[in-house]
Nanobody, 124 residues
């Protein structure tokens, strides 16, 4: 059974950067498309980035395109989300999720495994 654990969240000033990590255990992440989602208070969960099994395909929501970069480290069984130039509107709980499907998706119910989330707060 795959387990996912996110880390790297925290408090950052507007314009700052954070790198989130999603570590898999129990099963190699190579078998899964990995997505990053976020959920702000009172809002629906939003898909923001996805990476294919081999890492050759990446997809970004318009809200983060050009600021966020998703990547994989096969040896560490980890997927990263580098977040730059953060405005307060990026404040949310960030989740990684794994899908057994063969395409990138921003639809939460198309993901089979979820981490517990990590809080990102952008504030001065």
């Amino acid at each position: 059974q795959l387990q996912l654990v996110e880390s790297g969240g925290g408090l950052v000033q507007p314009g700052g950067s954070l790198r989130l990590s999603c570590v898999g255990s129990g099963v190699t992440l190579d078998y899964y498309y990995i997505g990053w989602f976020r959920q702000a208070p009172g809002k629906e969960r939003e898909g923001i980035s996805c990476i294919s099994r081999g890492g050759g395909e990446t997809t970004y929501a318009d809200s983060v395109k050009g600021r966020f970069t998703i990547s994989r480290d096969k040896a560490k069984n980890t997927v990263y989300l580098q977040m730059n130039n953060l405005p307060p509107e990026d404040t949310a709980v960030y989740y990684c999720a794994a899908s057994t499907r063969w395409y990138c998706s921003f639809v939460p119910h198309e993901y089979d495994f979820w981490g517990q989330g990590t809080q990102v707060t952008v504030s001065s």
